[in-house]
């Protein structure tokens, strides 16, 4: 008897799901539902080459119409997942109907986390997640003027470098270090420097209080110490937080992400979580964690696929890697640190080159590297074969 596997969200996670599936052999009806009205894209464009303007639309998207269709996967687009039913065994699609599934895999992504202050709903404020955020960035840093950055984050620290070439760019960190939680403080001083370099100001232990607007829009930020400071524009990215909603509401573990196995099954047999979503026991971290990255979102996806077809179980334990292009800066990492684990200087060179490795109990975890692309490969090959 052929089963039917229902994906909910197709995005970088859903899209590598169904495809992975066919490619598996998976015989039975795969449905991909998404609540945007895209074909399945790649987000990492959005604050680097598409916000710039080197890569259009078509360049985003992961896979045609018609190669989803040929892999015979039906794609609902524009179409929000209202409710899980655990119990018939269907999702309720929002307005129209509902679909029956023997195996459903949640891969809904998640949203970036809002900054609850006075002044967060004006005009001027930016998130990006979705390509109409990108592009209603990019029309905005076109007006020019100055653009303040709150959290120093990978992202913002991409969008900041496009951001200089229309005016200003300020970033604020709340922390004393930028990208202290993620990164050896010798990596992110390079990065902070090379920033600083260009132009772009960065205040960290910055508090803020409050964003000022007039007529609607966004005027400047109130800070911890009183300082108001005037802002064209606010880019936000201060974190994201997991889209679990769909599977809290339907009564499956979740807590900061949707909890999962080393199976990436939540606490239903027949319901699985992959991507940005899934909270997951890290062999690499030594704790349940969720992971935003592509290949994240990918290799769950492969391993998720492989599982269900050939009906073989086995954990997920794929090595993390992860890059950020900021400017003339290729940030890559291998592994994943924790902000205790000791740091170790392995190479500083020109052009901004450098070489970190990450220390726990004596092994190497990670690997932080910046225009040192065969470091970075040569990391990823020898962390998989400690897991061999
Ligand atoms: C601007 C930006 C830059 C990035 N840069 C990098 C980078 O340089 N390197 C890197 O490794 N990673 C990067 N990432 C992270 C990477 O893009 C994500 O980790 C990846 O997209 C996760 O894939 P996903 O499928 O889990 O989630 P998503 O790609 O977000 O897909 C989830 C989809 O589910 C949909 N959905 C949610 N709820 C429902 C519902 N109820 N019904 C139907 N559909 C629903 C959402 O609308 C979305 O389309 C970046 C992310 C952003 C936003």
């Given at each position: 008897?052929?089963?039917?596997?229902?994906?909910?969200?197709?995005?970088?996670?859903?899209?590598?799901?169904?495809?992975?599936?066919?490619?598996?052999?998976?015989?039975?009806?795969?449905?991909?539902?998404?609540?945007?009205?895209?074909?399945?894209?790649?987000?990492?464009?959005?604050?680097?080459?598409?916000?710039?303007?080197?890569?259009?639309?078509?360049?985003?998207?992961?896979?045609?119409?018609?190669?989803?269709?040929?892999?015979?996967?039906?794609?609902?687009?524009?179409?929000?997942?209202?409710?899980?039913?655990?119990?018939?065994?269907?999702?309720?699609?929002?307005g129209s109907g509902a679909l029956p599934y023997d195996v459903l895999i949640i891969a809904t992504g998640s949203a970036p986390r809002l900054l609850g202050i006075p002044g967060s709903e004006l005009d001027g404020v930016h998130a990006v997640r979705t390509i109409e955020d990108a592009d209603r960035l990019r029309d905005d840093l076109a007006r020019g003027g100055r653009t303040v950055f709150i959290g120093a984050?990978?992202?913002?620290?991409?969008?900041?470098?496009?951001?200089?070439?229309?005016?200003?760019?300020?970033?604020?960190?709340?922390?004393?270090?930028?990208?202290?939680r993620v990164l050896s403080r010798e990596t992110a001083n390079a990065l902070q420097q090379y920033h600083s370099d260009l132009g772009i100001e960065i205040l960290c232990d910055a508090a803020i209080t409050a964003l000022r607007?007039?007529?609607?829009?966004?005027?400047?930020?109130?800070?911890?110490?009183?300082?108001?400071?005037?802002?064209?524009?606010?880019?936000?990215?201060?974190?994201?937080?997991?889209?679990?909603?769909?599977?809290?509401?339907?009564?499956?573990?979740?807590?900061?992400?949707?909890?999962?196995?080393?199976?990436l099954r939540t606490s239903d047999d027949r319901i699985f979580a992959i991507?940005?979503?899934?909270?997951?026991?890290?062999?690499?971290?030594?704790?349940?964690?969720?992971?935003?990255?592509?290949?994240?979102?990918?290799?769950?996806?492969?391993?998720?696929?492989?599982?269900?077809?050939?009906?073989?179980g086995g954990a997920y334990r794929a090595v993390p890697w992860f890059w950020s292009i900021q400017g003339e800066r290729r940030l890559q990492i291998a592994g994943i640190a924790m902000p205790d684990d000791d740091a170790r200087l392995v190479e500083q060179g020109d052009g901004g080159r450098l070489v970190v490795e990450r220390i726990r109990e004596g092994e190497v975890v990670a690997v932080e590297s910046i225009n040192a692309p065969a470091a970075h490969m040569k990391a990823r090959r020898t962390l998989a074969a400690l897991l061999a």
């Open positions: 008897m052929t089963r039917s596997a229902v994906i909910i969200g197709a995005g970088q996670a859903g899209l590598t799901m169904a495809t992975a599936l066919r490619e598996q052999g998976w015989e039975g009806e795969i449905h991909l539902v998404g609540e945007e009205y895209h074909l399945p894209y790649q987000r990492p464009p959005l604050s680097k080459g598409y916000l710039a303007g080197y890569e259009n639309r078509e360049a985003l998207l992961l896979r045609s119409a018609e190669a989803i269709e040929q892999d015979g996967v039906v794609l609902h687009l524009g179409t929000s997942v209202a409710a899980i039913d655990r119990a018939e065994r269907a999702v309720e699609l929002e984050g990978f992202l913002n620290l991409e969008v900041a470098v496009e951001a200089l070439k229309h005016g200003a760019a300020c970033v604020l960190e709340v922390a004393p270090q930028i990208l202290g607007g007039a007529g609607g829009r966004v005027t400047g930020i109130e800070l911890a110490n009183g300082e108001v400071m005037p802002a064209e524009r606010v880019v936000l990215s201060i974190g994201a937080i997991a889209r679990d909603e769909l599977a809290t509401a339907a009564g499956l573990e979740t807590g900061g992400g949707i909890v999962v196995d080393s199976a991507g940005d979503c899934a909270k997951y026991p890290s062999p690499w971290a030594g704790t349940q964690m969720r992971v935003e990255s592509v290949q994240n979102a990918t290799d769950q996806a492969r391993h998720l696929a492989e599982a269900l077809v050939s009906g073989r």
